[in-house]
């Protein structure tokens, strides 16, 4: 590897590691800010879901809009939008309609930052590499979340009340403006031709199905996964975060290992795995109390939520699908987008749904209609051709 192609990775991984030390920031404290700021309930908690995923939905428009800019633009664009969201937060934070903008504005910037990411990932990495290099990404950022998490965990230590919300959203904004320095020092003139806007082809059809029902999975868990831990088990701000940067320890092994079996064994094998797996954590997470003693219950869905994260880092598997069918790097970006904005459909609307069954059935009926999902995951996952070769 050259001094220029050396140079020009360290700039992007030092942006992917930075942004996503702003979502490790942001995620530990949502819940909780939602929680001790504003009191909100269960079913209001579920409704807030929309608004926060709404750009995730709209990101393939914003990526189309953006097409014509290089593609590492588009990431100082989302950086610089997570800088105003996070820094107006601080501020004005206390306002339940300022907060509810400016959660849209930082949800704005964490998405369109994904397929940046994916698409710089994916295209500079020769094929039957990609899971091994997503997975090298995936570990890294999953260490920049790590330090996000740990930073939440410092200052709730020393500042106990609501003002450590503040000081977090402030901190956080300043390494939203390192990524987008980073960024800055991008180049990468082979990924600088135009972008297709929006791509919609017969030939990406199941993955945008699988999408979707990756969508439906994501939001149950990231939304109520946290919830039950703390309306049910009695978590603090602290103790969560205590618990991703556990989640965060775990998975930078694990993501490693994970793109190499990507490459190994191929898309279907890793997210049939997945599949099985989701619906243990799902069980685990509605029906420990029952079956078990508080502590054991409460180990029981810690273990869980750690789980539950490093499953994440198996959807890798759906990019790396999409660019061995993908006929030129020109594709990838609006596919992704596509997809990005096709999960959120689901993400959109399931909280509010699931909130609803959360008020009148309680928690436990949330995770068993969740288990449901993951067997229709699983099944859709068998779809999957066994190997995949590029299309023509």
Same mark, same amino acid.
């Given at each position: 590897?050259?001094?220029?192609?050396?140079?020009?990775?360290?700039?992007? #991984?030092?942006?992917?590691?930075?942004?996503?030390? +702003?979502?490790?920031?942001?995620?530990?404290?949502?819940?909780?800010?939602?929680?001790?700021?504003?009191?909100? &309930?269960?079913?209001?908690?579920?409704?807030?879901?929309?608004?926060?995923?709404?750009?995730?939905?709209?990101?393939?428009? #914003?990526?189309?809009?953006?097409?014509?800019?290089?593609?590492?633009?588009?990431?100082?664009?989302?950086?610089?939008?997570?800088? +105003?969201?996070? /820094?107006?937060?601080?501020?004005?934070?206390?306002?339940?309609?300022?907060?509810?903008? #400016?959660?849209?504005?930082?949800?704005?910037?964490?998405?369109?930052?994904?397929?940046?990411?994916?698409?710089?990932?994916?295209?500079?990495?020769?094929?039957?590499?990609?899971?091994?290099?997503?997975?090298?990404?995936?570990?890294?950022?999953?260490?920049?979340?790590?330090?996000?998490?740990?930073?939440?965990?410092?200052?709730?230590?020393?500042?106990?009340?609501?003002?450590?919300?503040?000081?977090?959203?402030?901190?956080?904004?300043?390494?939203?403006?390192?990524?987008?320095?980073?960024?800055?020092?991008?180049?990468?003139?082979?990924?600088?031709?135009?972008?297709?806007?929006?791509?919609?082809?017969?030939?990406?059809?199941?993955?945008?199905?699988?999408?979707?029902?990756?969508?439906?999975?994501? !939001?149950?868990?990231?939304?109520?996964?946290?919830?039950?831990?703390?309306? +049910?088990?009695?978590?603090?701000?602290? !103790?969560?975060?205590?618990?991703?940067?556990?989640?965060?320890?775990?998975?930078?092994?694990?993501?490693?290992?994970?793109?190499?079996?990507?490459?190994?064994?191929?898309?279907?094998?890793? /997210? &049939?795995?997945?599949?099985?797996?989701?619906?243990?954590?799902?069980?685990?997470?509605?029906?420990?109390?029952?079956?078990?003693?508080?502590?054991?219950?409460?180990?029981?869905?810690?273990?869980?939520?750690?789980?539950?994260?490093?499953?994440?880092?198996?959807?890798?598997?759906?990019?790396?699908?999409?660019?061995?069918?993908?006929?030129?790097?020109?594709?990838?970006?609006?596919?992704?987008?596509?997809?990005?904005?096709?999960?959120?459909?689901?993400?959109?609307?399931?909280?509010?749904?699931?909130?609803?069954?959360?008020?009148?059935?309680?928690?436990?009926?949330?995770?068993?209609?969740?288990? +449901?999902?993951?067997?229709?995951?699983?099944?859709?996952?068998? #779809?999957?051709?066994?190997?995949?070769?590029?299309?023509?």
């Amino acid at each position: 590897m050259g001094q220029v192609e050396k140079k020009t990775l360290f700039w992007f #991984m030092t942006a992917a590691f930075c942004f996503m030390a +702003v979502v490790g920031m942001w995620d530990p404290v949502l819940s909780n800010y939602l929680d001790e700021v504003f009191n909100i &309930s269960d079913q209001t908690r579920g409704y807030l879901e929309f608004p926060r995923e709404f750009p995730g939905f709209m990101v393939v428009v #914003m990526t189309g809009v953006l097409a014509a800019l290089p593609i590492a633009r588009v990431g100082i664009i989302a950086a610089g939008l997570c800088i +105003v969201g996070l /820094l107006s937060m601080a501020a004005f934070g206390g306002s339940f309609a300022m907060m509810v903008a #400016m959660m849209i504005l930082i949800s704005s910037g964490v998405h369109l930052n994904m397929p940046v990411v994916s698409t710089i990932t994916l295209a500079s990495t020769p094929e039957g590499k990609r899971g091994r290099r997503l997975g090298q990404i995936e570990a890294l950022t999953t260490c920049g979340f790590l330090l996000g998490a740990g930073i939440v965990w410092l200052v709730c230590h020393f500042r106990p009340d609501t003002s450590k919300f503040s000081t977090i959203f402030v901190i956080s904004s300043f390494a939203a403006a390192l990524a987008a320095f980073a960024y800055s020092r991008l180049h990468l003139p082979e990924l600088h031709q135009k972008r297709s806007r929006i791509v919609l082809h017969k030939k990406f059809s199941l993955y945008y199905w699988l999408e979707f029902l990756f969508g439906a999975r994501k !939001q149950v868990f990231l939304t109520f996964g946290p919830w039950v831990l703390i309306r +049910v088990y009695g978590l603090e701000t602290s !103790q969560i975060a205590q618990l991703y940067i556990v989640s965060s320890l775990v998975g930078v092994g694990f993501k490693l290992i994970a793109g190499r079996a990507i490459d190994h064994f191929g898309e279907r094998v890793i /997210l &049939s795995i997945d599949a099985v797996m989701l619906v243990v954590v799902c069980l685990g997470y509605g029906y420990a109390k029952h079956y078990f003693a508080e502590t054991p219950a409460f180990y029981i869905a810690s273990a869980c939520f750690v789980v539950d994260h490093m499953l994440f880092s198996l959807s890798q598997a759906r990019s790396v699908y999409v660019a061995r069918i993908s006929s030129n790097p020109s594709e990838l970006t609006g596919t992704l987008s596509l997809g990005i904005s096709i999960n959120h459909i689901a993400s959109m609307a399931i909280p509010s749904c699931a909130g609803l069954v959360w008020a009148a059935f309680g928690y436990e009926k949330v995770f068993l209609l969740a288990t +449901v999902l993951a067997a229709v995951v699983f099944v859709s996952v068998l #779809m999957l051709p066994a190997k995949v070769r590029a299309a023509a």
